[in-house]
Nanobody
Framework: VQLQASGGGLVQAGESLRLSCAAS????????MSWYRQAPGKQRELVAS???????SYADSMKARFAISRDYAKNTVYLQMNSLKPEDTAVYYC????????????WGQGTLVTVSS
């Protein structure tokens, strides 16, 4: 399975951005697609997830501003980010887990989001 992330860029604080991640290859029905982010000097953190059944979950600090969705026909997951803040600056990675207990995982290459104040 390969993941291709896109949509990052430079925006000003308060603006919005939508990230996309397209998955290709053999994708099994039972899976979860997620967005993680890693800011400079910090550990990678989970931003949001969406299961193949459509259930979503978010990091508490981003729940009010971010929305994850997926297009099943296109095997693509999106992250709509609104009211962006400078502290949202990070490399955003998409992740796909599948299999029993989600034992298999694949990562995208990351897309950089920079929010200027």
């Amino acid at each position: 399975v390969q993941l291709q992330a896109s949509g990052g860029g430079l925006v000003q604080a308060g603006e919005s951005l939508r990230l996309s991640c397209a998955a290709s290859g053999s994708i099994f029905n039972n899976n979860v697609m997620s967005w993680y982010r890693q800011a400079p000097g910090k550990q990678r953190e989970l931003v949001a997830s969406i299961t193949s059944g459509g259930s979503t979950s978010y990091a508490d600090s981003m729940k009010a501003r971010f929305a994850i969705s997926r297009d099943y026909a296109k095997n693509t997951v999106y992250l709509q980010m609104n009211s962006l803040k400078p502290e949202d600056t990070a490399v955003y990675y998409c992740n796909l887990k599948w299999g029993v207990l989600y034992r298999y995982a694949s990562w995208g290459q990351g897309t950089l989001v920079t929010v200027s104040s």
